[in-house]
């Protein structure tokens, strides 16, 4: 993957505001609940009471978007977007932000603050006051849905070797599958970092004879053997091992 140029990059001042970073927390299960998960606990008459899944950054999901869209730009900058109904969502290497619909003569123009996209066809611009991005659109992948995955809020997967990570909607667990399928876990975790701010989510094991760390970000990812595009960068370590891969957040 091209090293993305300092075009969206994080010390720019324009793009360090919370404003252009997505706000807000994708909903849990019922719309309540907070976020982080407690340990497992005995409640009344002994009963063990199943932590339920914690919120998570709305910069892991499409918004209602149909699509994921990868662009290619120059100077060399991979950019992902989604376009739902009312806004343009960007994921760069650096993070993510939301952008309002703008007035052009032709075309479609997104806007916040100083940074702009705007595109005609297969061809689009990024300004900002670092610099312009001239960007070609490359593949799209159809999001997920939970018709496509049933219960999940979050599903990730990675090659080489291959790997797949899915967080249940319901409960705090993690079921993994790692190696090529030759590895099944479902093992519960707890969150030990939640920043939505800069759409951070870092979750540990819940028992301590088998420790991981599943590191989510809200960035531009794309998939090392297809090339699709997804809006989370997702690290998996465990048992010394370190899994990288790409995913993304499954609304209600």
Known sequence: MSR????????????????????????????????????????????????????????????????????????????????????????????????????????????Q?????????????????????????????TSLTRHDRPGVMFHARGNEPGWVASLPSDVAEIDLLLDYGSRQLTLPYRVTTLDNGEGRMILASGRADTPFELRIEGQACFDDMSGEPFPARVTLTIDGETYRGCGQGIAP
């Open 4 to 111: 993305p140029s300092a075009v969206l990059a994080r010390p720019v001042p324009l793009l360090l505001g919370a404003a252009l970073v997505l706000a807000g927390c994708a909903a849990s299960p019922g719309g309540e609940g907070r976020p982080e998960v407690a340990d497992r606990s005995a409640g009344d008459g002994g009963k063990v009471v199943q932590p339920t899944a914690p919120l998570m950054p709305s910069a892991f999901f499409a918004g209602g978007a149909e699509a994921f869209v990868a662009w290619r730009c120059t100077p060399a900058q991979d950019l992902v977007t989604a376009h739902p109904d009312d806004e343009l969502r960007l994921w760069s290497a650096h993070g993510a932000w939301r952008l309002s619909p703008a007035v052009v003569a032709s075309g479609a123009r997104y806007q």
């Open 113 to 141: 603050d100083d940074l702009s996209f705007w595109n005609k066809g297969e061809a689009a611009v990024v300004e900002s006051p670092s610099g312009r991005l001239d960007c070609s659109r490359d593949l799209a992948r």
